[in-house]
């Protein structure tokens, strides 16, 4: 079992999740980001308004970039010819 | 892993990555060597304080927000234009779109650096993601570079996988890494597909975040109330500007590299002829922006932005305002409606001057309207620092020296769309031409 | 709550500028070096402006005018700064907070008095100044916007006092030091909103103005002038 945990982290498919995790991790990072600006605007009680909009448009635009590129690494994953 | 001696009928697309010359080395050092230059006089900045720069009361902004601005609008070349031309499909971006998106990438991060460079405590920065305001359009620039970075590395990303599959099957040097970044590429019906969506995806959303990311940066300016710069004008100008340097810098990055790597088969004339016309447009919509802005604040005749303009016009930046009006729309004017000036070599002589014109530009908007402040007893005065001079051409450096290590690991020119359109082109063409004429009478199902 | 404003009457102003050299003192504002001082750095929260020249050559004479931040009502700066670094307090004084500041100068580039100041480099100080120097006012780091507070490190003194005494803080207790200095009492100083204060009265005059009204700002420092400028 361990032999097939060794191979795995040690194969190409590893690295290329991990690579692709980094566009999530922005994505969450970001989303985090501006939800905590949203937060703050309310403390401070400050344009609120102006605060959501911005950060409802930045959140959407990330998710769907991160969207893109899973569905093309994973599209592409799945149209290799059989038995490679 | 050998090195197959292997003979594409695109080697020479292949060449750079496998072969480097003697000038490659000795400029790659010459530009780290201002590279680090720079670098160190930015920690003196850092360790003094922003007072080793030129800025001043009034004039509190300088060369670094200039050439923020000038940076970030040069990236409007490549993703814009490839989107533009992939949307368009016009069959002539064959061997342009990648260089195109290099640039933004390499660009987006020498710009985005910038404002960072600006900062008088740039060892608070953390201070804007715990309690920024997103009403402030310093938060706005930063979401939408951020966005903008994001997607044209996507965007540079995607058309890129075949490529690397190319390379990965050649065997040879960073096979490993061609491995992993082409993931699993075949070329299969399937794998054609779901990137070819992808990429029509992108191309479509791309367009907008690039539109907005320099809309937001004229904002910075146009949402003060300085003379000069509160003007509404500015999203759009400053649109127009990103697009024109960005053509500009195109072209010169493709002159040079098409020279020094021996391209002269992939990018013919008929490309720069495309791309001057395109460049003499963007000067003139250039031209038309600025004196639309000029003429109504001249005809509105109120004191603080006439101050403003004769400081422009016939003041004390009217050397720099002269000699902007004459590398931006002069020039390429001469150069570029005139077929026989309209040679390569006079194409790159119009992009190198539209290029220091649209700098040139970008310091017209910024310091003037800074040195002639609304309360009219202070006429500021900027002088550019060493520190300020010796950065703006670590960047310059940067840039270069980001491209000549792309041109080491990937290729320049997309080699899979060359042969895409070698293969397919003429069918998909022909296709093309069949829905847009009329059915009756005598069509060529195919032309040869 | 109170609403600070200021009056300042330039027909009894002599011109004397003990206001600036009082401010400077009273807030720990940097003395920059001659060379800062010749590229336009010299660090001015109140400032003597020469807004015009009476007489002919030689005998010239400049007419000034002290200008400060006009702690608006409808500040430009606060707008655009990344960090809520500058912002107006419910008493209407603009504040700005020195160690939330991350210097970008927005709020530099948007004041249309340019009223701000920042910290380019932090210089030797001559050494007279460290005996007098204020402790009750911070000294700020380099690379920060800085500009007038109104004293606002006296409000707080006089209102911990007043707890402290159990009383109401009276209107004479807080006053910046600009208005405490001038010879010819010749700025008012208090409450905006308090009809019966001095400033009140003061702002009765009909030779009332402020600097750049049109922009919709709404300065809390007026002018009082009977000539027309």
Request: with cysteine; proline share 4%; hydrophobic share 45%.
């Amino acid at each position: 079992m361990f032999g097939k945990i060794k191979s795995f982290l040690g194969s190409n498919i590893f690295i290329q999740i991990i690579l692709l995790s980094f566009l999530w991790m922005l994505a969450s990072g970001m989303t985090l980001l501006l939800i905590n600006l949203v937060h703050v605007s309310y403390e401070v009680n400050d344009h609120q308004s102006a605060s959501i909009a911005i950060s409802i448009l930045g959140i959407i635009v990330f998710w769907i970039l991160a969207g893109i590129l899973t569905y093309v690494l994973v599209g592409l994953y799945k149209g290799r010819k059989k038995g490679v | 892993m050998n090195d197959h001696q292997f003979v594409d009928e695109d080697e020479v697309l292949f060449r750079p990555i496998y072969q480097t010359s003697k000038s490659f080395y000795i400029l790659a050092a010459a530009l780290s060597a201002v590279l680090l230059f720079g670098v160190v006089m930015y920690l003196r900045q850092f360790i003094f304080g922003l007072g080793e720069t030129g800025m001043n009361e009034p004039v509190t902004w300088g060369f670094y927000i200039i050439s923020f601005v000038f940076f970030i609008g040069i990236s409007h070349a490549g993703t814009l234009i490839s989107a533009i031309l992939r949307l368009s499909k016009a069959e002539w971006r064959r061997p342009i779109t990648r260089m195109a998106e290099v640039i933004t990438g390499i660009v987006l991060i020498i710009g985005g650096i910038h404002p960072i460079i600006d900062l008088g405590r740039p060892d608070r920065i953390m201070h804007i993601f715990e309690r920024g305001r997103l009403q402030s359009p310093l938060l706005w620039d930063m979401t939408s570079i951020t966005a903008y970075f994001t997607a044209s590395t996507i965007y540079l990303y995607l058309p890129l996988i075949p490529d690397i599959a190319l390379l990965r099957d050649r065997g040879g040097k960073f096979h490993k890494l061609y491995e992993i970044l082409s993931w699993g590429y075949q070329g299969t019906a399937k794998q054609k597909h779901v990137l070819e969506r992808a990429i029509n995806i992108l191309m479509v959303m791309v367009i907008p975040i690039a539109i907005s990311v320099h809309t937001v940066i004229s904002w910075i300016f146009s949402m003060t109330l300085q003379p000069g710069w509160h003007s509404t004008i500015f999203g759009p100008y400053f649109v127009v500007g990103a697009i024109f340097s960005g053509i500009a810098a195109l072209i010169i990055v493709m002159i040079i590299f098409r020279k020094v790597f021996h391209f002269e088969d992939y990018l013919k004339k008929i490309h720069f002829n495309y791309l001057g016309t395109l460049l003499l447009v963007m000067s003139l919509l250039w031209f038309y922006f600025t004196f639309a802005e000029y003429l109504t604040t001249f005809y509105g005749h109120e004191p603080s932005e006439m101050r403003v303009f004769l400081y422009k016009f016939t003041g004390g930046y009217a050397p720099f305002f002269w000699l902007m009006v004459f590398c931006n729309f002069i020039v390429p004017v001469v150069f570029l409606s005139n077929k026989k000036l309209k040679t390569i070599p006079g194409i790159l002589i119009a992009s190198i001057t539209v290029v220091i014109g649209m700098w040139l530009e970008r310091l017209i908007i910024v310091v003037p309207s800074l040195a002639n402040p609304r309360l009219p007893f202070i006429t500021g005065i900027y002088v550019p620092s060493l520190t300020e001079i010796s950065l703006l051409a670590a960047a310059t450096a940067a840039f270069i020296l980001g491209f000549m290590g792309f041109s080491k690991i990937f290729p320049l020119i997309s080699i899979w769309e060359i042969k895409e359109g070698r293969e397919e082109s003429v069918r998909m063409v022909s296709a093309r031409l069949n829905e847009y004429l009329p059915s009756k009478g005598h069509i060529r199902k195919e032309i040869v | 709550m109170p609403r600070y404003g200021m009056v300042i009457d330039l027909d009894k102003c002599n011109q004397c500028g003990a206001c600036v050299t009082a401010c400077k003192l009273e807030n720990n504002v940097q003395i920059v070096s001659k060379e800062n001082a010749e590229m336009g750095r010299a660090m001015f929260w109140m400032k003597m402006l020469d807004t015009s020249y009476e007489g002919s050559y030689p005998d010239v004479r400049a007419v000034n005018v002290p200008a400060l931040c006009m702690q608006c009502d409808e500040p430009s700066c606060i707008k655009v700064c990344p960090v809520r670094a500058t912002f107006k307090r419910d008493d209407g004084i603009v504040a700005q907070i020195y160690p939330q500041c991350i210097g970008c100068r927005y709020c530099m580039a948007n004041c249309p008095y340019t009223a701000k100041v920042f910290n380019w480099f932090k210089d030797e100080q001559p050494v007279e100044n460290e005996k007098c120097q204020n402790i009750d006012v911070s000294v700020r780091p380099k690379g920060v916007v800085e500009k007038c507070t109104f004293c606002i490190h006296r409000l707080q003194i006089a209102k911990e006092k007043a707890k402290a005494e159990k009383r109401e803080l009276p209107e004479d207790d807080y006053v910046p030091a600009c208005v405490e200095v001038c010879a010819s009492k010749a700025i008012y100083f208090g409450d905006l909103d308090d009809p019966h204060s001095k400033v009140s009265k003061a702002m009765h005059d009909y030779r009332k103005f402020t600097l750049q009204e049109e922009l919709g700002t709404k300065p809390k420092v007026y002018y009082l002038s009977a000539k027309s400028e």
